[in-house]
């Protein structure tokens, strides 16, 4: 095919699945490489080892152009675009681990051929990344070749669970080099969404009014920080909805109704501004974390985003306080959990939310019983650590509860019917941190994120005067503190 380049994906997590199986759709020869023989052999088979809507599809229809393989030997060498998208855990402190980054380009560079190569850092990296990147490349590059490669950064914006559709249609291309050659090869990989000449999947349509994706060339440096900024962003957003929420809860007002408000406005945007139980995944603690780390090194203090990750542990805390609220003692109580993946349409449990109420539910001795439609299988394998009893279905989750905390907004619990559901507890408590449910359902005490709480919530200052949560008697607007 014209056009077609060839390409090798070292790591073969979420980004380096989602972009391997991408650009072979797009028409690319494309090589998995991954050091775990497990995972290689399961692609091989044509498995997937994580869960993300419609990959499996792409992947059986990419077949052809697409091999997986722990050989760098075999995958580096006929490579004209070669992808690093292996993981960057956080330290301790809070620093990116760049072991896996420095590995992988010491094993690129063992196997570079002579020719000209493009080397991409997909992975999240802090800035200065890529020229550390370059060095490597030259101290372990074998001299006998004169090697040229061209390190360009490229940062992934996609979302779990939306991973192809972002990828097909992403807002915008980042590519960022101190080298015109690298960029003109780059935009030649990407050229078919460029001119979104490609025929668009059944299962992730194009969507309607959907413009081509503005490429923006950026130097090396520039592209890493944008990755970091743009999450730190998004979690800044979450957070500043979350913390107004709990104003809401205290004043009596609804924070659907007010970040719809102020999300209208086209210079705040309506979206990434939904209260709940505190962000999580893979990406927006470790991204903050890390560009704070960062400062630290030049003395530099970032307090908008220590206070972004402050708001979020504290929102994460609020579900026990909420369910303490009603229950008092959770010792012996029965508590059913309703969603364990950080997010719907993942089976991804990283940092989710669920983790750290199921871990302090342990500790307060009440009994768990979880369910969630996905990622069960997964916890079994991860959250050993924690205790709680599987449950097959809500229904099964529910009977005999004396509460129900929904963590996770998947489908299925919003179609739910909830008034036939919730039949089967002991104590109708639902504890929904998503809010997800429309109404209160008959006889049930709902409690939710920024909304009139049932339960009376302490004044903060004098002359408001609450009952059953809703403001009775409050002080006219020209007198508040
Ligand atoms: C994120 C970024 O969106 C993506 O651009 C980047 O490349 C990787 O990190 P992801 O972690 O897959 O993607 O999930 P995302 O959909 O962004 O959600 C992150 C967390 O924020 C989830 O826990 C989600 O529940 C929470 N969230 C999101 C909210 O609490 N409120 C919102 O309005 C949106």
């Known amino acids: 095919q014209s056009g077609s380049l060839n390409v090798t994906v070292v790591g073969t997590g979420y980004v380096g699945l989602g972009t391997a199986v991408m650009l072979a759709y797009l028409g690319h020869s494309v090589t998995g490489l991954d050091i775990d023989q497990e995972k290689v052999d399961m692609l091989s088979r044509g498995e997937l080892p994580i ?12 077949r052809e ?21 292996v993981g960057t855990p956080s330290n301790v402190d809070g620093s990116p681990n760049l072991r896996y980054v420095s590995q992988a380009a010491q094993s690129v560079a063992e196997n570079l051929n002579g020719k000209t190569q493009v080397i991409v850092n997909k992975s999240t990296v802090p800035v200065g990344t890529g020229d550390w990147v370059t060095r490597i490349i030259e101290d372990h590059a074998r001299s006998y070749h004169a090697n040229r490669y061209l390190v360009v ?19 915008r ?16 990989l990407y050229a078919p969404l ?13 969507p309607a009014g959907y413009v081509r994706p503005e490429l923006i060339t950026t ?27 709990g104003l809401c809860e205290r004043v009596g007002a609804d924070i659907s109704e007010v970040t719809r408000g102020i999300g209208s406005d086209q210079r705040i945007g309506p979206r990434f501004l939904s209260a709940g139980a505190g962000w999580g995944g893979s990406c927006f603690g470790k991204d903050t974390a890390a560009l704070i780390s960062t400062g630290q090194e030049y003395g530099y203090t970032m307090p908008i985003l220590q206070a972004t990750i402050d708001v979020n542990t504290r929102q994460r805390s609020l579900i026990i306080t909420k369910l303490q609220g009603h229950l008092h003692r959770l010792k012996g109580k029965r508590v059913a959990v309703l969603g364990m993946a950080y997010k719907p349409n993942t089976d991804d449990l990283r940092d989710a939310p669920a983790h750290d109420t199921i871990a302090r539910l342990n500790e307060l001795g009440a009994t768990v019983v979880a369910h969630d439609p996905i990622a069960m299988p997964r916890a079994r394998r991860e959250w050993t650590h924690l205790r709680y009893q599987e449950a097959g279905s809500v229904e099964d989750a529910l009977r005999g509860a004396d509460a129900v905390i929904i963590t996770t907004e998947w489908e299925e619990y919003c179609r739910l019917d909830w008034d036939r559901a919730l039949q089967g507890m002991r104590q109708r ?21 920024g909304k009139r709480q049932p339960t009376p919530v302490v004044p903060q200052f004098d002359g408001v005067a609450f009952e059953d949560g809703v403001v009775v008697a409050a002080p006219r607007n020209d007198t508040l503190p």
């Open 51 to 62: 869960y993300e809507p419609g990959l499996d599809r792409m992947l059986i229809e990419s």
């Open 65 to 85: 152009r697409i091999h997986w393989t722990t050989d760098y030997g075999s995958a580096i060498p006929q490579a004209d675009v070669i992808f690093i998208c």
């Open 153 to 171: 950064s490229n940062p992934e914006f996609l979302r779990e669970g939306t991973a192809l559709f972002d990828s097909l249609y992403p807002d």
């Open 173 to 188: 291309i980042v590519l960022g080099s101190d080298n015109q050659e690298g960029i003109d090869r780059m935009r030649a």
């Open 194 to 206: 460029l001119e979104q000449d490609f025929e668009a999947p059944a299962y992730v349509p194009r």
């Open 219 to 245: 130097a090396l440096s520039s592209a890493e920080m944008i990755k970091y900024a743009a999450n730190a962003f998004l979690a800044l957003k979450i957070s500043f909805a979350n913390e107004i929420a």
């Open 429 to 449: 408590l639902v504890i929904d941190t998503r809010n997800i449910l429309t109404r209160r359902p008959e006889g049930v005490t709902l409690e939710q994120i």
